[in-house]
């Protein structure tokens, strides 16, 4: 990489500032949930939003590729890793109800810390969120949901750092556009920085706490946690339920290298131990080409390569 001692030299001044942390030549599986992917030059965790605005821009300056992540849970890094900076947001860890009762979380926060948080705080509606293990600014990129429902439902505003204008913006969510697992800014490449939550006061607080817990024990019953994965690999495709189309192909426990398509939930692949990103992609393609052989339908893939 060009222009590597400068880099070096300006994170290590935030770093001295207490704004950041950093690390040189990090393997990113050791960040991703799958637990796959290569060396990246550097990873930052910048400490609040101004910070990761100025390591994003500082980096962009000399030319080097930026790329930001949440909790790496829906991201398959590649094997040969990323010649350049990775920002992840987890420092970003502000969390607090304002004035007017809307949640006001940085884009850091875990999704299961902000339910918990809303809980805390006598709030109802957030219940799906828990137990997707995600960071808020992945969320809202991603759209993430379960249940019938997404996180776009219960977003108020959105304030972000758009890269094209170099500004930070604050944008209700009527002014942004959300579909299924996709988002105003995913389509921008904007990053997210925090988010605001408006919910509504619960009534029956016990009632909020067994539906979240009802979601965590459906999770840990359905879904393969025992193995780093991203979650569910595929879309779903209007009118299926891909997991099922999955199973019903017959390909439950296929294998390629470490990569296996879970025997507990079909929809899921799983890392048994060593899988590269090439067996994992190798394994997504021969799903694609069986379902579309016996189905005459493409499922698409909602995990992001990152390569
Ligand atoms: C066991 C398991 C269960 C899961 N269950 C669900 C589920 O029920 N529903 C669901 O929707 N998902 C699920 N997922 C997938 C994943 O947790 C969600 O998509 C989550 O919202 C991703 O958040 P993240 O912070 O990990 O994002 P990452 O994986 O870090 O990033 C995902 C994408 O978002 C971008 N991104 C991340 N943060 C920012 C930011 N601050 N600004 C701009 N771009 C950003 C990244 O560049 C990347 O393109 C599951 C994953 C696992 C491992």
Known sequence: MQNKQLLV??????????????KENALLSE???????????????????QSLVDAYNYADSLGVRVLVFGNASNVLFCDDGIDGVIIFTGKLKELFVNDNGIICAGAGIHLIALSQFA???????HEFLFGIPGNCGGAVF?????????????????????VKQNKIIRALK?????????????????????????????????????????????????QPLEYPSAGSVFKRYPGYYTSKLIDEAGLK?????????????????????????????????????RIYAVNGIHIECEVIYVV
Request: net charge negative.
């Open 174 to 222: 009527s002014e942004l556009e959300f579909g299924y697992r996709e988002s105003s800014f995913r389509k921008n490449s904007w990053i997210v920085l925090s988010v605001e939550i408006k919910l509504e006061k619960a009534e029956n607080p016990e009632a909020v706490k067994a539906l979240m817990d009802d979601h965590l024990r459906t999770r840990n019953a359905k």
């Open 142 to 162: 991603m759209n993430a949901g379960a249940y019938e429902h997404c996180i776009s439902e219960v977003l108020y505003a959105v304030t972000y750092f758009d």
């Open 31 to 49: 960040y991703a949930s799958f637990k796959i992917g290569g060396p990246a030059a550097f990873v930052v965790f910048p400490y609040d939003a």
């Open 9 to 22: 030299e300006y994170f290590s001044k935030l770093s001295e500032e207490g704004r950041l942390e950093y």
């Open 253 to 289: 426990g296929t294998s390629v290298g470490g990569a296996q398509v879970s025997e507990k939930h079909a929809g899921f692949i799983v890392n048994r131990g060593g899988a590269t990103a090439l067996d994992v992609m190798m394994l997504i393609k021969l799903v694609q080409d």
């Open 119 to 125: 809980y805390k705080n006598g709030f109802k509606g």
